[in-house]
């Protein structure tokens, strides 16, 4: 996440591949957007619901989804809480997602346990030790400043809190090369050094098949410490730019100026 792009700025300066690069990054109204919207709820319903599995949801939790995207995860999630006090929150930087998802939990017979905000990652709009588990699925390649995303990540979560992201590393290298992530950077070693940085334990990276389809994803999981303190954040160490993978800013230097104000 980041600088706020401006949907019709200079659109004919953009390939169709750089269009669909910047709304997977965030999604806009029109064409490319419907596509993104639509092509993710095919794509990442299996990284979705193994994240809620993993997860261990109990029915008094709070839990949270950064970047809910076509809304599949908070649904799954709700079917972990809706026989107790818990209750789903997201949050969602597109105004486009936000208002597609919204819509369909207006016209949907769901008591009001899933919560809908827009924000961005980097200034959560939640009390500090509010959540019990946090996930997000295929967003954190686009967050500017990973450090001080994963710290916001780090606040809201209870002491003893987990989080869980789920990718699919073949999809991301394969999307990278075709230049479908120019405008972001999957690296997970750079994640989970942010999420060391700012106080998570047990970061790790698991290898796992979904059981249904069988098909391979990475769960990356860390925790909070039962006795949570805050972290002095140490320098940010890792380079950026790993196996000829574009920085950030290198790739937004690529866009005309008026996409970038």
Not at 64 to 74: A, I, K, M, Q, R
Not at 140 to 147: A, K
Request: charged share 25%; aromatic share 12%; glycine share 8%.
């Amino acid at each position: 996440m980041g600088n706020t792009l401006r949907p019709y700025a200079s659109s004919s300066r953009l390939s169709i591949k750089q269009h669909i690069a910047l709304n997977l990054r965030q999604p806009m109204p029109g064409i490319y957007g419907w596509f993104v919207f639509n092509a993710l709820k095919y794509s990442n319903r299996y990284l979705e619901e193994n994240a809620v599995r993993l997860l261990n949801i109990q029915p008094d939790d709070q839990v949270l989804e950064v970047g809910f995207g076509s809304g599949l995860g908070l649904h799954a999630a709700y079917e972990h809480v809706k026989g107790g006090c818990g209750s789903i929150h997201g949050v969602e930087i597109s105004e486009y997602m936000y208002g597609k998802v919204q819509r369909q939990l207006d016209t949907s017979s769901i008591p009001k346990k899933i919560h809908l905000t827009m924000a961005n990652v980097v200034q959560l709009p939640f009390n500090s030790n509010y959540f019990d588990r946090l996930f997000h699925c295929n967003v954190y390649y686009f967050w500017h400043n990973i450090d001080l995303a994963t710290s916001e990540l780090y606040r809201v979560l209870k002491p003893g809190g987990l989080m869980v992201t789920t990718l699919d590393i073949d999809t991301l290298k394969k999307n990278t090369e075709n230049g479908l992530l120019e405008f972001g950077n999957y690296d997970p070693l750079r994640f989970m050094t942010a999420c060391e940085n700012v106080g998570f334990l047990d970061v790790k990276i698991d290898y796992m098949n979904d059981e249904e389809s069988g098909k391979p994803f990475q769960v990356i999981s860390a925790r909070v410490a039962r006795e949570k303190t805050k972290i002095e954040r140490k320098p940010f160490i890792l380079k950026d730019k790993i196996q000829g993978m574009t920085t950030w800013d290198e790739s937004l230097s690529r866009l005309p100026d008026e996409f970038t104000k």
